[in-house]
């Protein structure tokens, strides 16, 4: 989903949702259940400049950016995305 402000850097990117493997072998991710969602703004300067990713903490997500993500997570819930 395209942002026109990353609440972090001010810079416009898109928004992903990305699940994550710790690494521990007893871990619950270690059988498929990964860690997450963890969201970040990805930047893509331009073609030949590598992408740049802001974490987004819970701190940040504020206002209108915290109801387009609730959106998206509703969207995805029923199947629409």
């Given at each position: 989903?395209?942002?026109?402000?990353?609440?972090?850097?001010?810079?416009?990117?898109?928004?992903?949702?990305?699940?994550?493997?710790?690494?521990?072998?007893?871990?619950?991710?270690?059988?498929?259940?990964?860690h997450g969602p963890y969201w970040?703004?990805?930047?893509?300067?331009?073609?030949?400049k590598p992408i740049k990713d802001?974490?987004?903490?819970?701190?940040?997500?504020?206002?209108?950016?915290?109801?387009?993500?609730?959106?998206?997570?509703?969207?995805?819930?029923?199947?629409?995305?």
């Amino acid at each position: 989903m395209h942002i026109d402000k990353c609440p972090k850097c001010g810079d416009p990117g898109f928004l992903v949702k990305k699940y994550r493997r710790c690494g521990k072998p007893n871990c619950k991710c270690a059988t498929g259940s990964l860690h997450g969602p963890y969201w970040t703004v990805q930047h893509h300067p331009s073609r030949f400049k590598p992408i740049k990713d802001c974490h987004i903490s819970q701190k940040l997500l504020t206002g209108d950016l915290e109801e387009r993500i609730k959106e998206l997570l509703a969207k995805e819930q029923a199947g629409l995305i």
